[in-house]
């Protein structure tokens, strides 16, 4: 089984709390103030960090989507 990152950058304060969680995965657009996903189907060694991105983003605006 393997996964998919989201962001909605609609919802993106740029708070970069992402990084910090799985800087693999997650940059930052210093341009447009909003998170970038590097990785959108990463390897599941990184999914920990992924899922901690996801709980503590404080605008909510990142999801993980399970595929098959």
Not at 2 to 27: I, K, Y
Not at 45 to 64: F, T
Request: proline share 4%; glycine share 6%.
């Amino acid at each position: 089984m393997s996964f998919r990152v989201v962001a909605d950058t609609d919802l993106c304060q740029g708070h970069q709390m992402c990084q910090g969680e799985a800087p693999e995965v997650f940059g930052f657009d210093t341009d447009a103030d909003v998170v970038t996903v590097l990785q959108q189907h990463p390897d599941e060694s990184l999914r920990i960090g992924v899922e901690s991105a996801v709980k503590y983003c404080p605008a909510m605006a990142l999801a993980i989507e399970e595929e098959q």
